[in-house]
């Protein structure tokens, strides 16, 4: 998972990944946003919208209850 900003500094990065075949989700305030998907699943996922509604909630809990703050407690941790 990557924070927007994170995301938006390695976007190269994570481009080349999903062309590889990686999915990478995208979080916003600590909860997942968008995701970043090889070509094939995207052109899956608009032949049958139910693929990628499957994925919704799928990192739920993830984070804790309050992902807010766990991502906060990472940065104070992590010096960002």
Known sequence: MQG???ARRRLPELVAAAHR??????TKHG???AAL???E???DARRN????LALK??????????PAHTVDALRREWGE
């Open 57 to 66: 909630g799928c990192a739920r809990g993830l984070w804790g209850e309050e």
């Open 37 to 39: 998907v090889p070509l």
């Open 49 to 52: 919208p139910a693929a990628l």
């Open 4 to 6: 927007i900003e994170a």
């Open 41 to 43: 699943q995207a052109e």
């Open 21 to 26: 075949g990686e999915t990478t989700v995208i």
């Open 31 to 33: 909860r997942p946003y």
